[in-house]
């Protein structure tokens, strides 16, 4: 504690127009943990690693949560199941250049040494990286091909959240490309591409649009948000809600420049089975030919499927 920038003596008496400060020094950070969590690698080199997150993984310990995470899972992998903690000095330390939600899935870039680290955290800064998500957001998107502009800040009303400040007074700048990939009446599935990298970006600039991704329950899309309200529909709906159980979203691309090579290199993993199970049931109910990718896919729940025009009014 200090009054007019300088320490005192806890008993000093405080006169008026005296400015007292409170310094208070940032806790310390542990130890991270190897833990020997299964992970899917969809490639890796000497010098970086890409993974398929699933959902329920988060990407990065922090307050209050510093075990179970992917980055335990990759010191654990990086160091041969030694366990050496990131205090280490010998140890191989995972340098996470970005991060995707607890709850979606897809490809993250993760870098082995210092290097490799920096060349990458630039191209995601400059935005010269490639992301493509697919999404499912609920109702009919008027445009096939559009783009979301709109600040992107924390809400007034619940800290957690975060949502559009039409006006740019608060927030950063957020830009979202989007092309409609098929229409199931009730919901679309889209490809996002992102211009910038803020946080929960597709999620509310898709509900700011006024199509909550489906089955997200932190910005209201675990509920059945179109349709008629027959019981036969509104069972259907709530199957496919409770097939998922999280916000359908997919980081399903990611290119870049390779910081060793030089060469530019696009990767791309397939939509879990979750999601994809949702999307061939929509595919059914609409009575349209379901994507390639999902046409094998088995809808698991065998029950007569309502009639499009029983949901998408």
Request: with cysteine.
């Amino acid at each position: 504690i200090k009054v007019n920038d300088k320490t005192v003596k806890s008993n000093l008496k405080i006169r008026p127009y005296d400015e007292v400060s409170i310094i208070l020094p940032y806790p310390p950070q542990p130890d991270l943990i190897p833990e020997d969590i299964p992970l899917d690698i969809h490639y890796e080199d000497e010098h970086l690693i890409l993974v398929n997150k699933p959902a329920g993984l988060v990407c990065h310990p922090g307050c209050g949560n510093y075990r179970g995470t992917l980055v335990n899972a990759l010191l654990h992998y990086f160091n041969k199941g030694m366990h050496k903690t990131s205090a280490d000095p010998d140890s191989i330390r995972p340098g996470l250049v970005h991060r995707i939600d607890k709850d979606t899935t897809g490809l993250l870039v993760v870098a082995k040494n210092e290097q490799t680290y920096n060349s990458l955290a630039r191209q995601f800064f400059e935005r010269t990286t490639h992301r493509n998500y697919w999404a499912l957001v609920w109702g009919d998107v008027a445009q096939d091909k559009g783009t979301i502009v709109g600040h992107i800040g924390r809400s007034a009303q619940d800290r957690k959240r975060f949502v559009v400040y039409e006006d740019g007074s608060m927030g950063k700048h957020a830009v979202t490309h989007y092309e409609v990939l098929q229409r199931y009446g009730v919901a679309t599935l889209v490809r996002c591409k992102l211009e910038t990298g803020r946080t929960h970006q597709i999620r509310v600039h898709f509900k700011y649009l006024g199509h909550t991704l489906f089955a997200d329950h932190f910005y209201g899309g675990n509920r059945i948000l179109r349709g008629k309200q027959s019981r036969f529909y509104q069972r259907f709906m709530q199957e496919n809600l409770d097939l998922l159980g999280r916000q359908a979203l997919h980081a399903k691309n990611l290119g870049f420049i390779h910081p060793a090579t030089g060469e530019y290199r696009f990767f791309e993993c397939p939509i879990p089975q979750d999601m994809a199970r949702v999307l061939r049931r929509l595919a059914d109910f609409a009575q349209v030919a379901p994507l390639p990718e999902f046409a094998h896919i088995d809808r698991e729940i065998n029950m007569t499927l309502p009639h499009a025009s029983d949901g998408n009014q």
